[in-house]
């Protein structure tokens, strides 16, 4: 099988296509076949090294990848649920760049038939993430008013969608004014495009008396701004800290990075006690042995999507050979929607 393998951190350079033996499945285990996998800016964190549960569960070398989408090839003599042959799509703690993936037969489920193999391998990370965030975190009610940064994204846009489908205000904020569009396009009351308007000022025009909750990746840009925008009883969710990840070519700026590691926002539970506001943080990628909560997710996302109430996420696919080009890509920030790796060649 075809794979890539990361063996310090680094540039693009680091990601090195090799071939290795097709591992064999244990008997609670599935091996796929991928026909395409998800490309996550949290594979690029790996690739720099400053991936927490990277460092913690794996170490040098390492292949990226959380998601995929392709065939049962070879099912463990436990896993009933699947069978050889099967389109299926499913979640794994790194090793998805592959030509083959061989995971816990509890993170594989059948391919929705709304969803083509290259969407449905971009969809469950994303969506997974917006939906433990908005429906396992917090308690949510109609008419809540919800405030999405990086909306033009690939969790954004699962969260606009998901807030839509809950009856909820959402208001998302995008960097560039090609995505406003696509926004709204994907259900958002109002899009705020901080690359022409005044972010914060906007925010508080549109919820003068606050937001219920905040959604915010960016890191110490916002985290604090977006934590003085919640109402009372507001809630801001936590999932990333791109701008504390500033990069020039591929790498790091460590100077860049150490400055805002100084700039992160400390929250004093004291105050936090008497303003009636809280901050959740998670990260999907230390969840995945919580398959509880993971089937309950997949169950509903599945059914929405097959219903037509999610609609299917927007893909730019690259061939595994270009998987340096796809993260060039999705480090510009200029991307929506999701992108994915071809394994399988093109027709």
């Given amino acids: 099988m075809h794979k890539v393998v990361v063996y310090k951190a680094g540039g693009y350079e680091q990601l090195k296509l090799e071939i290795h033996p097709v591992p064999k499945p244990g008997d609670r285990q599935v091996l796929i076949r991928t026909h395409a996998v998800g490309v996550n800016y949290a594979d690029i964190c790996v690739r720099w090294g400053v991936y927490e549960s990277a460092r913690r569960f794996v170490g040098w070398p390492i292949t990226p990848g959380f998601e995929y989408s392709g065939w049962v090839e070879e099912a463990g003599r436990e896993v009933s649920h699947v069978k050889p042959g099967d389109p299926v799509f499913g979640v794994t703690l790194f090793n998805g760049y592959s030509t083959h993936v061989c995971a816990p037969a509890d993170l594989v489920w059948p391919k929705p038939k709304a969803l083509n193999f290259e969407a449905a391998a971009g969809f469950l990370v994303v969506h997974l993430t917006a939906y433990h965030g908005l429906l396992q975190h917090v308690v949510i009610r109609p008419g809540m008013k919800i405030l999405v940064h ?32 696509y926004v709204h396009q994907l259900g958002a009351n109002a899009v705020i495009d901080k690359s022409s308007q005044s972010l914060w000022d906007e925010a508080k025009r549109l919820c003068p008396d606050g937001y219920d909750l905040v959604f915010d990746a960016n890191g110490p840009e916002t985290l604090a701004q977006s934590y003085a925008h919640l109402r009372p009883m507001g809630k801001l969710l936590v999932y990333g800290f791109h701008t504390l990840l500033p990069k020039r070519r591929g790498r790091l700026n460590y100077l860049k990075a150490a400055i805002g590691l100084m700039r992160m926002p400390r929250f004093n539970p004291l105050a936090m006690t008497t303003e009636n506001k809280g901050v959740v943080a998670f990260n999907l990628s230390f969840l995945l042995d919580r398959t509880d909560l993971l089937q309950a997710a997949v169950n509903d996302l599945t059914t929405w999507v097959e219903a037509g109430h999610i609609q299917v996420p927007s893909v730019r696919s690259f061939a595994l050979t270009e998987v340096a080009e796809a993260h060039q890509v999705l480090e510009s920030g200029e991307t929506t929607g999701k992108l994915v790796l071809r394994t399988m060649p093109s027709p």
């Fill in 150 to 181: 990086s909306a033009g994204g690939g969790v954004g846009s699962a969260l606009v969608q998901l807030c839509r489908l809950h009856d909820l205000q959402v208001i998302g904020v995008v960097g560039a004014s090609h995505k406003v569009e």
